[in-house]
């Protein structure tokens, strides 16, 4: 469509009713999200080389899927496969609706009410869910380089979602037994990690830090003497913030606020979903991890993460 039957087809658009303009977008909607959700699909076709199943560089392409994405066949093993074929998105239907509730998931809308809006059922709007935070819960960080904030948060703990309630004693000092201790840590280059911990003990947070710490950087904490003693042997300059409100800094640079920032955001968020099952929260860590990773264009990458 030319620029000038577009100017003449968006005035029109004001003398629709209420009901056509809902038909309008909701026909926009399916078109937007399969472009999107095609052209992802498509930057993945061109990369495909080798077979899934034998590794053979030798393809034909072998027509398309009832969904129009291009099938493969093997000349060695004589298997076909699609671009999605491996991913989690592999013979999941209706991809005309992944994009909107990929931003549905970014509003944090419960399931039920994801389910209702997109007219797909539950158990589907709980298995999407699923699919699209697979391959982000599993993206975890390598290294922590340069300014690093550690420290933990505590959330309430939930069983919600448990069909069968095994109870683990998470005992703490102070007679605090039912919140989880969430340890996070970030540089200022945006790499981010958390760990879902039993205890709030040096050891536990020795594993979840440790490993992760680059020689030469500059880790900055809280009092907690756990962390004094983890870096002890390190090639580590460790900044310890000592005040009541954490609400100190070093020159300037060295703080923990960006990241008590980070908490508080993912927190309030949280609130959301009114309680979320201890079993998920790493999830829920992953999923939020990943929105403020790819903000700017959250709901194709969740299609391509996916992938
Ligand atoms: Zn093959």
């Known amino acids: 469509m030319n620029n000038k039957q577009f100017q003449t087809f968006l005035r029109q658009i004001s003398s629709?009713?209420?009901?056509?303009?809902?038909?309008?977008?909701?026909?926009?909607?399916?078109?937007?999200?399969?472009?999107?959700?095609?052209?992802?699909?498509?930057?993945?076709?061109?990369?495909?080389?080798?077979?899934?199943?034998?590794?053979s560089k030798k393809l034909n392409r072998w027509g398309m899927t009832k969904q129009g994405i291009q099938r493969f066949r093997c000349k060695s093993c004589n298997k076909t496969f699609n671009a999605l074929s491996g991913t989690p998105l592999y013979r999941m239907r209706k991809p005309e609706k992944w994009l909107k509730y990929t931003q549905l998931m970014w509003q944090g809308v419960p399931l039920r009410k994801a389910a209702s809006e997109l007219d797909i059922n539950l158990r589907t709007s709980f298995r999407w869910r699923h699919v699209f935070l697979k391959k982000p819960s599993k993206a975890g960080c390598n290294k922590l380089t340069g300014i690093i904030e550690a420290d933990e948060t505590f959330i309430p703990e939930s069983f919600k979602g448990r069909k069968v309630i095994a109870r683990k004693a998470r005992k703490r000092g102070g007679g605090d037994t039912d919140k989880v201790p969430v340890f996070m840590a970030l540089d200022r280059s945006g790499d981010i990690t958390h760990k879902v911990l039993e205890r709030d003990t040096k050891e536990e947070l020795e594993l979840a830090l440790k490993?992760?710490?680059?020689?030469?950087?500059?880790?900055?904490?809280?009092?907690?003497?756990?962390?004094?003693?983890?870096?002890?042997?390190?090639?580590?300059?460790?900044?310890?913030?000592?005040?009541?409100?954490?609400?100190?800094?070093?020159?300037?640079?060295?703080?923990?606020q960006t990241l008590n920032n980070y908490m508080m955001r993912w927190k309030t968020w949280l609130n959301r979903f009114h309680g979320v099952g201890t079993a998920y929260l790493e999830n829920y860590l992953s999923w939020f991890r990943f929105m403020e990773q790819h903000a700017a264009q959250v709901e194709q990458d969740w299609i391509k993460a996916a992938l």
């Open 16 to 55: 629709l009713n209420y009901s056509q303009l809902k038909q309008l977008r909701h026909s926009s909607d399916t078109q937007i999200s399969s472009n999107i959700v095609g052209q992802a699909i498509s930057d993945r076709e061109e990369t495909i080389s080798a077979c899934p199943h034998c590794d």
């Open 211 to 256: 490993p992760l710490l680059a020689s030469s950087s500059v880790l900055c904490t809280d009092g907690n003497l756990s962390y004094k003693s983890i870096v002890k042997d390190l090639d580590i300059d460790h900044k310890r913030l000592i005040a009541l409100d954490n609400q100190r800094v070093i020159y300037g640079i060295y703080h923990i």
